[in-house]
């Protein structure tokens, strides 16, 4: 059958996390390149058909860059925290490479969305030389609304990006799951479509899709400094997507499915030879 049960998906993620941590740092930083690209390919596409329709229709066609980063197995940071991090949790990996890992990964996604952002400043722009208007100008009031409209509200507007940025990684984390739920091609992608619709079309927090929209906004002219940036989104967002990612998606399932306790026998029950003293 294509469908993969729950305690084997566990399994995969385990088995997937372990994999990933070991990988080389080379191919985490081009892997992560990649995926930064992608995802920011993915959102000005989501950004344009907003424009042109509505906004379900933008969170509609968002998935198709995770659907890519997925099936070519690259690496994402926000996925990362769940799969990656248990294998720490199950013992598999040290706590210390693990973090290492992350670390590379969300190096890698911030040069490709930065790279990403700069070739498409050119394109909007007509290399500067055209002020930005469209899809430009909504990418500025984007970037604005990411970061100097929750410094407005101080410590509730940086609670407010922490708190959508656990509420995001918890569907994005759950498509990377969903994928591993179909052994084909097809299901894998209408499983993993699901979870990143539903996060994208409530407007909630993801770090990397912010590497992508708040630098390409600076470079549009949005009125946003790199501590703006920093203080008021990426860091309360990146912090939020672990915990909505590790704790909500990855260490639950693990919990509930957890392999070395799905392999365990069932104990027999005892039978009245049993509960009988042994005769001499």
Known sequence: MDYIKPVDVVKTMVSAGDTKAGLAIK????????SGALLGFATSLAITATAQTTPIVGAIVFPVGFVMIVLLGLELVTGSFAVVSLA????KRPLGQVANNLAWVFLGNLLGSVAYGALLWVVLTNCGSVAPTGIAANIVAIAQAKTTAYAAH??????TAFVKAILCNWMVCLGVVMAMTSASTIGKIA????????????????????????????????????????LWNQIPVTLGNFVGGFLFTGLFLYWTYRPDRAAQPAEAPLTAEDAEPARA
Do not use: C, Y
Request: hydrophobic residues 55%.
């Open 88 to 91: 720490g949790v199950s013992g």
């Open 191 to 230: 499983a993993m479509w699901l979870p990143i619709l539903t996060f994208f079309g409530q407007g909630f927090e993801h770090s990397v899709v912010n590497m992508f929209v708040i630098p390409t906004g600076m470079m549009l002219g949005a009125k946003v400094t790199v501590a703006d940036w920093w």
């Open 27 to 34: 191919d985490l930083l081009i892997r992560g390149f990649l």
């Open 154 to 159: 101080g410590s509730a507007g940086w609670i």
